[in-house]
T-cell receptor, first 115, second 115 residues
Framework: DADVTQTPRNRITKTGKRIMLECSQT?????MYWYRQDPGLGLRLIYY???????NKGEISDGYSVSRQAQAKFSLSLESAIPNQTALYFC??????????????FGPGTRLTVL | AQSVTQPDIHITVSEGASLELRCNYS??????LFWYVQSPGQGLQLLLK??????LVQGIKGFEAEFKRSQSSFNLRKPSVHWSDAAEYFC?????????????FGQGTILTVHP
């Protein structure tokens, strides 16, 4: 089984709808991240969490919110989806205790289309 | 703030030819540097990483990268490309201090391999 899973893998929704993307991990890592990928822009950080009680905004957090329900779960919500939030979304995890500083492990991604 | 530039958006090579993908970074201290690969429909997989020590690092799938502090570069190389190397490649820099654990990604380079 995959260490980092994302659900759904694909989602088509309409403008104004509320959407939740979910991420689960079995790696036992404290740190989790949400990125969006757009062609030509690489990956941009939306939110990150260094533990269950620690949530931080990334460089493009406007229009998004997150919830860290447990060490293993980190959800991303779009309260009112808009077309320019159409993108590929990735969840990632990392473990600061291994000495492999900053190395992140990625889920397979969720392709979101907002019509 | 740190930044990463991948000057080449798209590179095409013939199978068996050598490959070099460029990555330049801007960061005020010794960076943590990574190369990730994203195959179509897949998440990101770590190819290799540099933290300290030997500036030439070996990765998976026959890739290597060289850290050149004087040029602020971390270019990815492979002596002989295989058709299965066709993918998008991302360079990333890790940040220390209070933002320890975060990564900043470049825009990505799409590699096409001709038979």
């Amino acid at each position: 089984d995959a260490d980092v899973t994302q659900t759904p893998r694909n989602r088509i929704t309409k403008t104004g709808k509320r959407i939740m993307l979910e991420c689960s991990q079995t790696k036992g890592h404290d740190r989790m991240y949400w990125y969006r990928q757009d062609p030509g822009l690489g990956l941009r950080l939306i939110y990150y969490s260094f533990d269950v009680k620690d949530i931080n905004k990334g460089e493009i957090s406007d229009g998004y919110s997150v919830s860290r329900q447990a060490q293993a779960k980190f959800s991303l919500s779009l309260e009112s989806a808009i077309p320019n939030q159409t993108a590929l979304y990735f969840c990632a995890t990392s473990d600061p205790g291994t000495g492999l500083s900053n190395e992140q492990f990625f889920g397979p991604g969720t392709r979101l289309t907002v019509l | 703030a740190q930044s990463v530039t991948q000057p080449d958006i798209h590179i095409t090579v013939s199978e068996g030819a050598s490959l070099e993908l460029r990555c330049n970074y801007s960061y005020g201290a010794t960076p943590y540097l990574f190369w990730y690969v994203q195959s179509p429909g897949q998440g990101l997989q770590l190819l290799l990483k540099y933290f300290s020590g030997d500036t030439l690092v070996q990765g998976i799938k026959g890739f290597e990268a060289e850290f050149k502090r004087s040029q602020s570069s971390f270019n990815l190389r492979k002596p002989s490309v295989h058709w299965s190397d066709a993918a998008e490649y991302f360079c990333a820099v890790g940040k220390g201090g209070t933002s320890y654990g975060k990564l900043t990604f470049g825009q990505g380079t799409i590699l096409t391999v001709h038979p």
